[in-house]
């Protein structure tokens, strides 16, 4: 019996391609929107965060599995017998926006005690204003950015 859940969420941030790359390649700063908490770990393609469904800590342990430059970022984690595997696209939507698509595919046996605490739907959600926080965070970088740049207005 397979049991599994896929989502995609899409945000368009304003900001150039290549700042959004960079901003969501720093997993350690990610925002902590949805209650995610980062935790590093001994190399630099591990990571841990923790999500707190209904109040209670889920501890996601994460692997970085792919990075193509501005164009995919991609990690796999695991957390109550569930595997989670996430793919991020970047796709430029002119000089100054990139919308971000958030792939996740969640399977495992694990996904049945877990779907019976917390929907499909609520996860989406979750994910959506992580993203919003993430796109808050880099236009707000870009406009301190761009403002400094020569010709910039004011």
């Given at each position: 019996?397979?049991?599994a859940?896929?989502l995609?969420?899409?945000?368009?941030v304003?900001?150039p391609?290549?700042?959004?790359?960079?901003h969501?390649?720093?997993?350690?700063?990610?925002?902590?929107?949805?209650?995610?908490?980062?935790?590093?770990?001994?190399?630099?393609?591990?990571?841990?965060?923790?999500l707190?469904p209904?109040?209670?800590?889920?501890?996601?342990?994460?692997?970085?599995t792919?990075?193509?430059?501005?164009?995919?970022?991609?990690?796999?984690?695991?957390f109550w017998?569930?595997?989670?595997?996430?793919?991020?696209?970047?796709?430029?939507?002119g000089?100054?926006?990139?919308?971000?698509i958030?792939?996740?595919?969640l399977?495992?046996?694990?996904?049945?005690?877990?779907?019976?605490l917390?929907?499909?739907?609520?996860?989406s959600?979750?994910?959506?204003?992580?993203?919003?926080?993430?796109?808050?965070?880099?236009?707000?970088?870009?406009?301190?950015?761009?403002?400094?740049?020569?010709?910039?207005?004011?």
């Amino acid at each position: 019996m397979k049991v599994a859940w896929d989502l995609e969420n899409v945000m368009v941030v304003q900001a150039p391609c290549w700042m959004v790359w960079r901003h969501m390649c720093d997993v350690l700063h990610w925002p902590a929107a949805g209650q995610r908490i980062m935790r590093p770990q001994a190399d630099e393609q591990s990571f841990g965060y923790t999500l707190k469904p209904l109040g209670l800590p889920v501890r996601v342990k994460a692997r970085i599995t792919a990075a193509r430059d501005m164009q995919l970022l991609a990690w796999q984690g695991r957390f109550w017998g569930i595997n989670s595997e996430v793919k991020v696209r970047f796709v430029v939507e002119g000089v100054n926006a990139t919308r971000i698509i958030f792939k996740e595919n969640l399977s495992g046996l694990g996904l049945i005690l877990f779907s019976a605490l917390f929907s499909m739907a609520k996860l989406s959600k979750l994910n959506q204003n992580w993203l919003g926080a993430i796109a808050q965070d880099i236009e707000q970088n870009a406009n301190a950015h761009l403002s400094c740049l020569p010709g910039a207005q004011g």
